[in-house]
């Protein structure tokens, strides 16, 4: 299996006004743009659907509720109803919220359990099994979501789905060839075929007819939570769980609950962001980024140039050390969030980064603090025309969870449960080392780097941000913001700029092609940096508010990817 491919959520962005792919727009410039609303998803078919929700009179919270159920239709590799992940709200009323539907350990979990007898982690256990599944938050995340803030009946915004589902929908040829990459794994982890198994191999432009999952999404329209998490659907969980020998129980199911929290928030330069608070470490991590950064003058230093990345990079690798050490669900452990966000704190950090010489990651320690008594992600953002706002990253981690999909069902478990540190200081998939505050525990949610971000300027939206991409999530987000704040780069150049990344362990600053030339390479070698030329990082969905009302959309051309606004 292609592991790149799969922990790497293709993004899609549809045009209304202007009905262009990526590929045929330039990547320079401003993308399409529209003042009444923006949908910023990772399939046309979502979009689609979340434009349709706008025009008919909802609103973002409405349309990012159908694009959330939409994906888990047309794009089952990281779009889901079995998964979790984060929203960041913020109302025409000026009012920001954050709500964590993320996974949550099954009670019947334990801290070793992917231990073997000579103590070291069994290869894959935490990936490929279905002992890899979490309690799933998605359905109760989207219920609570809607309760609160939606303006449409529920079932107005959860049928698209169901029609999609029962209809189906032609894929695209990336999605052809991600299917055709996991044809092995389904057959080898279910039972029987399931549908995302062609009798020969997938084209671009087949049809996929999901009839099991259509009727899950039926019991949700019409049940709402208790269509997901008792009854028919609870049970053909459970009887997967049974078959297959994993932990979750109707018990796991009864007791989910998605949570409100306090959002991160902080200022850079003349701006306010949002972020979402531990336990993704996403916001925190953004908020120390940033805090750091602001010591140097980067608009001087010029978008990628030499000094630009190293003091960039430097940050990353204190950044990630702080999150291996001291990050976890706040309901089990105490996180210094107040410590490690303040002025005096980043302050010391950035006053550890010397000017022309790389630190080595084995010298960058997590800093001293006084404590207070995944790559299969997708994120959208959506806009309305009243001044309402949706960022929202949502995931199964790997490429379609641990490629189980429930019996009767039609849908994908995930595989969060590798988000734990599986033993301290061992590296989960995505190469991120994790110690005790990430340990698992029955009921505790694992820690994640979703960073969906909204950004004010002067108390009005600026830009609606986030990514997928597993560990390099944060740094993709944190250049695209770099990119406009500091470069004055319009949306669609900000999330079309290459990238590169550093998480401390391993040390090494992965780049993709022509994110540097051979010069800086050379220069960032005689400085002490380690590079690798990498594939694609990240994936950027995101909208930028311009003060004549207009709203651009960002479409990633890393994917097949439009914009859709009107």
């Not at 850079?268 to 908020?287: E, I, Q, T, V």
């Not at 997590?366 to 949502?394: C, F, I, L, Q």
Request: aromatic residues 8%; glycine residues 10%.
């Amino acid at each position: 299996m292609n592991l790149n491919f799969l922990k790497q959520a293709s993004v899609f962005v549809i045009g209304f006004m202007l009905v262009n792919s990526c590929s045929q727009q330039s990547h320079k410039g401003m993308g399409p743009t529209g003042t009444k609303g923006m949908v910023v998803c990772a399939h046309p078919e979502a979009s689609k659907i979340g434009l349709s929700i706008l025009q008919q009179g909802g609103n973002a919270m409405d349309a990012a509720v159908a694009v959330e159920f939409a994906l888990a239709v047309c794009y089952p590799s990281a779009g889901n109803i079995a998964g979790g992940g984060f929203w960041i709200v913020r109302t025409s009323g000026k009012s920001v919220y954050s709500l964590d539907y993320r996974e949550k350990a099954p009670l019947a979990s334990s801290k070793d359990m992917y231990l073997g007898p000579d103590g070291e982690v069994v290869n894959g256990l935490s990936t490929q099994t279905i002992l890899a599944a979490g309690v799933p938050g998605t359905v109760d995340g989207m219920v609570r979501a809607h309760e609160k803030f939606g303006t449409l009946p529920w079932n107005t915004v959860v049928q698209p789905a169901v029609d999609l589902a029962r209809n189906g929908f032609p894929i695209t040829k990336l999605q052809a060839a991600s299917l055709n990459s996991i044809r092995k794994a389904l057959l080898e982890r279910n039972s029987s075929k399931p549908v995302f198994v062609s009798d020969s191999i997938w084209k671009q432009g087949d049809l996929l007819i999901q009839p099991d999952l259509a009727k899950t999404l039926e019991r949700i329209r019409d049940q709402k939570r208790e269509g997901f998490y008792a009854g028919e659907t609870a049970g053909l969980i459970i009887r997967q769980m049974q078959e297959s020998g994993g932990l979750i129980t109707l018990q796991d199911l009864a007791e989910y609950e998605a949570v409100w929290r306090k959002p991160i928030n902080g200022t850079y330069r003349d701006y306010h962001f949002y972020s979402m608070a531990p336990p993704s470490s996403g916001g925190l991590a953004l908020k120390q980024l940033l805090g750091i950064l602001a010591k140097w003058d980067l608009k001087s230093l010029g978008h990628n140039q030499v000094k630009t990345i190293h003091y960039m990079v430097e940050a990353e690798k204190r950044v990630y050390a702080d999150r291996a050490e001291y990050l976890g669900d706040p309901s089990f452990v105490n996180v210094p969030v107040d410590e490690l966000t303040s002025a005096k704190y980043l302050s010391k950090r950035a006053g550890e980064i010397k000017e022309d010489k790389a630190t080595p990651s084995d010298s960058v320690r997590a800093g001293k603090v006084t404590p207070n008594e995944s790559m299969e992600t997708t994120h959208y953002s959506v806009a309305d025309r009243w001044g309402n706002a949706v960022s929202a990253t949502t995931t199964l981690n790997g490429g379609y969870g641990c490629n189980i999909v429930v019996k009767g069902g039609g849908f994908f478990l995930n595989n969060e449960m590798d988000d734990f540190s599986s033993k301290p200081g061992f590296p989960n998939v995505y190469g991120l080392i994790g110690n005790e505050a990430n340990c698992i525990q029955p009921g505790k949610r694992m820690l994640s780097c979703m960073t969906p971000t909204i950004i004010t300027k002067n108390e009005k939206l600026f830009m609606v941000v986030g990514s997928p991409g597993g560990s390099t999530i944060i740094t993709s987000v944190f250049q695209t913001i770099l990119n406009v704040i500091d470069h004055g780069m319009t949306m669609q150049q900000a999330v079309s700029e290459k990238r590169f990344h550093h998480q401390w362990r391993p040390d090494l600053i992965q780049y993709e092609p022509e994110a540097m030339d051979s010069l800086k390479v050379t220069k960032l070698l005689s400085m002490g940096h380690f590079l690798k030329k990498t594939g694609k990082i990240g994936r950027v969905d995101a909208i930028l508010f311009w003060p004549d009302g207009r709203m651009e959309g960002g479409a990633d051309p890393r994917g097949d990817d439009s914009a859709m606004g009107f």
